[in-house]
């Protein structure tokens, strides 16, 4: 009844371009997009490269060989959310997400300006991802990814709430961009600034509340999220790690797709408490129509019951027999197409299967072997 979904590559595409920089007061623009692309030439994600080639088509600067500046790449990772390079004499280059790089600052002895902040809310509100660069102890800038939202996801996630399915958005951006992203893809709640553990300890917070949580991602920092959830959902855009720990795979890398297998599971069990219903109810039916007609001339006392009258105990017995195998008949295709899933309350849908399914499991044997046992006695 709970359903995590990580941000980025699950709710939106994933492929995040950087639009533009934005510099700090007093430092040219083409400064920032320098350091930008510096700290990214051995970043081989979607958004690194993206920089490399804006600073160079916007500035004209053409990549350099970071084996000959005897530079040290930086990878970002979940627990940091910064990558960056060192250089000789101790420089340090980094971009990240802004309250990482604040951090890093302040162990420097510095921190993030206000003209800095202004443009980290502005394109927060945008639901673009800021990423502050940082060379040493200043801030250089920020750098605006922009990412697309999945076509129709809105309105899956409206058909989730109607299925009594809460929708959470997990990710590591600010506030107010999970806030924009959120309202724009319909969720029921978000939570931002995540690390791998946060959303491992979200996910067993509701486990041990009695909910019953699925997940869906496709990076590996969402993989031990992915292995503690009840239902976990790897996309097929996603990293091995991803796939590994997800229970499925989905090929189309389509969050919402849990909708069809929300829907076909309940399908099934539907369709399994309808013919067992039937099948319970036939039975008892079944056997309180042929007994009676079967044993009366042995025991009289059970004429009271013989409400059907049926025409001889060896008729009433193969009638039942005739209706046993045409029953079959019948439910095999009802087992193999299932029985339609509908958005309605728990409680309504089990009573109409129980009017449907049960009382005519009870009425059933009556009709079908009162009709055989007729078209017996002219054979």
């Not at 500035?59 to 940091?80: C, H, K, M, S, W």
């Not at 420089?91 to 790089?101: E, P």
């Not at 058909?159 to 990710?171: A, D, K, P, S």
């Amino acid at each position: 009844d709970i359903l995590l979904l990580d941000k980025t590559g699950t709710i939106t595409f994933g492929n995040r371009q950087a639009t533009e920089f934005l510099p700090a007061d007093g430092v040219p623009e083409t400064t920032l997009a320098d350091v930008a692309q510096l700290a990214s030439l051995s970043d081989e994600t979607p958004e690194g490269r993206s920089i490399v080639i804006l600073a160079k088509e916007k500035y004209g600067l053409r990549g350099r060989n970071i084996q000959e500046l005897d530079a040290v790449f930086v990878p970002f990772t979940a627990q940091t959310r910064m990558s960056g390079v060192n250089l000789a004499g101790g420089r340090q280059i980094r971009k990240g997400a802004a309250d990482a790089v604040d951090d890093h600052l302040k162990r420097l002895g510095s921190s993030l300006p206000d003209s800095i902040k202004i443009h980290i809310e502005k394109i927060a509100k945008q639901g673009g991802t800021p990423l502050v660069v940082a060379d040493n102890n200043q801030a250089l800038g920020v750098i605006h990814l922009k990412d697309i939202v999945k076509g129709g996801i809105r309105e899956r996630f409206a058909e989730l709430r109607q299925m009594g399915i809460r929708t959470i958005m997990v990710t590591g951006d600010n506030t107010l961009t999970a806030a924009a992203i959120a309202a724009e893809a319909g969720v029921d709640d978000f939570l931002a600034q995540a690390k791998p553990e946060e959303k491992l300890k979200l996910i067993r917070q509701f486990q041990r509340e009695g909910h019953l949580v699925a997940m869906t991602g496709d990076g590996t920092n969402d993989a031990p999220a992915l292995a503690q959830a009840d239902v976990a959902l790897a996309m097929n855009s996603g990293t091995q790690e991803a796939k590994e720990a997800g229970n499925m795979v989905d090929l189309d890398s389509n969050p919402t797709k849990l909708i069809e297998i929300v829907e076909i599971g309940k399908q099934l069990l539907i369709t399994r408490g309808a013919l067992t219903t039937f099948s319970i109810s036939n039975d008892i039916a079944k056997y309180f129509a042929i007994i009676p007609a079967a044993f009366v001339s042995t025991y009289p006392m059970l004429s009271v019951f013989n409400m059907m009258h049926l025409s001889t105990p060896q008729n009433a017995i193969l009638a039942a027999v005739i209706y046993n195998a045409l029953t079959i008949l019948f439910l095999i295709p009802l087992a193999l197409r299932g029985i339609a899933y509908r958005h309605v309350p728990a409680a309504k849908l089990l009573l109409g299967n129980v009017l449907i399914y049960g009382v005519g499991g009870l009425i059933a044997p009556f009709i079908g072997i009162k009709l055989i046992d007729l078209v017996l006695q002219f054979i």
